[in-house]
C-alpha cells in the first residue's frame, strides 16, 4: 500500500515536497516513481528511483525537481523547486512489483501564476 501527502497551492516560483510512505518490508529492494496526470492529458513519469538510488527525470522537471528515498522510514519523497503553473496535476506514486502495478491515491499539485 502506497500513502501520499504533501500537496498543495503554491504561487509560481515556490516549493513543495511530496511524500510517499509504503507498507511492508521490501521497500528497499523497489524501484520507485512518481507521475502525474493533469486534466485532459496522459499520466505522465515524472522521476524515478531505483532501489540503488539512481535516478531519472522527466526533461520537464529536470533541474528544479530531486527524487529521493529513506529505506528506513520506508518512504520516497519528490521535492519539487522552482514550480510552474503546468506543474499543476494530480501526482500519484508508484511501483511494481512482479508484474503487479501499485498507485498511491493521489495528491493535488495546483500551481498559481
Known amino acids: 500500500q502506497l500513502q501520499a501527502s504533501g500537496g498543495g497551492l503554491v504561487q509560481s516560483g515556490g516549493s513543495l515536497r511530496l511524500s510517499c510512505a509504503a507498507s511492508?518490508?521490501?521497500?528497499?529492494?523497489?524501484?520507485m516513481d512518481w507521475y502525474r496526470q493533469a486534466p485532459g492529458k496522459q499520466r505522465e513519469l515524472v522521476a524515478l528511483?531505483?532501489?540503488?538510488?539512481?535516478?531519472k527525470y522527466a526533461e520537464s522537471v529536470k533541474g528544479r525537481f530531486t527524487i529521493s528515498r529513506d529505506n528506513a522510514k520506508n518512504t520516497v519523497y519528490l521535492q519539487m523547486n522552482s514550480l510552474k503553473p503546468e506543474d499543476t496535476a494530480v501526482y500519484y506514486c508508484?511501483?511494481?512489483?512482479?508484474?503487479?502495478?501499485?498507485w498511491g491515491q493521489g495528491t493535488q499539485v495546483t500551481v498559481s501564476s
Open positions: 508508484h511501483t511494481e512489483l512482479m508484474g503487479i502495478d501499485y
Open positions: 528511483i531505483t532501489r540503488g538510488g539512481g535516478t
Open positions: 511492508g518490508s521490501i521497500f528497499s529492494m523497489l524501484a
